[in-house]
């Protein structure tokens, strides 16, 4: 499969979703023009945090940027209002700024 990145025209920020082989290990060197910070936070699905969570962390850690990493429940549980509240909770608890990137890893309830 060749890499690409699709733009996705939403006003006033359009932004691009990359699709492809490596972008797992790629993706500091492709966030870093476009936040203020070399600090991220890893934001997955409960089932796949200690896996594909942690595969994305150890790349920004690699590439020697400050991560954290936070898991919210597995499917629609992830779209209650006591998630949202704790992954508030949690990111003031980092102290994260507007400035650190953040990464979605799952399905759709943990981007959404």
């Known amino acids: 499969m060749r890499n690409s990145a699709v ?15 490596g972008l797992i290990e790629r993706l500091p060197a492709l966030l870093a023009s476009r936040v203020g910070a070399r600090r991220v936070v890893v934001v ?16 920004f850690e690699r590439a020697g940027w400050g991560v954290d990493a936070v ?23 980092l102290k994260v700024e507007r400035r650190a990137a953040r990464v979605a890893v799952g399905g759709g309830a943990v981007g959404d």
Do not use: Q
């Open 71 to 93: 898991a919210l429940p597995s499917g629609e549980a992830a779209k209650s209002f006591s998630a949202l509240i704790g992954l508030y909770g949690r990111l003031l608890r």
């Open 7 to 21: 733009l996705v025209p939403v006003r006033p920020n359009p932004y691009s979703v990359h699709i492809g082989i």
């Open 44 to 59: 997955a699905d409960a089932r796949l945090s200690p896996t594909l969570g942690r595969r994305v962390e150890r790349s």
